[in-house]
């Protein structure tokens, strides 16, 4: 069973400042990807940051400069640190990894249950 677990959604001020984590727990093998989507009000859900295994990471165009995405491999875990909020990243925010688990030969997506982040004018 894998599971990922997210944390520091939360109410901000324009201009403001929040960092989410997302643990990944269970029988992994390996994990390869990890990174973070984003579904606003009445808005599709939207990748928002990305970071391979070993490699360099992606962003979306609108939070390039302002968002940084980063993993701990011996944790597990991936971060994103949001800085510069404004009121349009207002959404809840997923984590998403591509595992694969110790009984599987092939990787699989997993998702975070979702964590609100509100930025407020």
């Known amino acids: 069973q894998v599971q990922l677990v997210e944390s520091g959604g939360g109410l901000v001020q324009t201009g403001g400042s929040l960092r989410l984590s997302c643990a990944a727990s269970g029988t992994i093998f390996s994990i390869n990807s990890m990174g973070w989507y984003r579904q606003g009000p009445g808005n599709q859900r939207e990748l928002v940051a990305s970071i391979p295994s070993g490699g360099s990471p992606t962003y979306e165009d609108s939070v390039k400069g302002r968002f940084t995405i980063s993993r701990d491999s011996a944790k597990n875990t991936v971060y994103l640190e949001m800085n510069s909020l404004k009121p349009e990243d207002t959404a809840v925010y997923y984590c998403?990894?591509?595992?694969?688990?110790?009984?599987?030969?092939?990787?699989?997506?997993?998702w975070g249950q979702g964590t609100q982040v509100t930025v407020s004018s």
């Open positions: 998403n990894a591509l595992i694969r688990p110790k009984s599987f030969l092939s990787t699989r997506a997993y």
